[in-house]
């Protein structure tokens, strides 16, 4: 059973502060895919809101979507925390991680702007 309360948030919060400070220490490797994943769907939804807004359409937002989450995601992972990319299966793992649903956001979230 998984903990709650106190403990939890506190791990949570703490799980949190590692994601957003370089070079740390990933102990369990879960943990980092978490904070990867959680990272790319908040960058997603922005990248999304501001391609609605923007508009960028077609082959040309697509492209550049994909250029600048592959890009965020590969320089936050080598770049950032330099993590050993082989421990993970390899970079491609890592920028699989989260893909599919972190673009199924970016796409409702932009087209929420073009068609409203």
Known sequence: MPPVGKESAARERASWI???RPRQKWNNKDEFLDALYWLRQGLCLLLGLVWGIIPLQGYVGMTLFLAVNGGAVYSYCALYQRVEEEEYGGIWELLKEGFMTSFALFLVS???FLYT
């Open 110 to 112: 932009s087209l929420n």
């Open 18 to 20: 590692k994601a957003l």
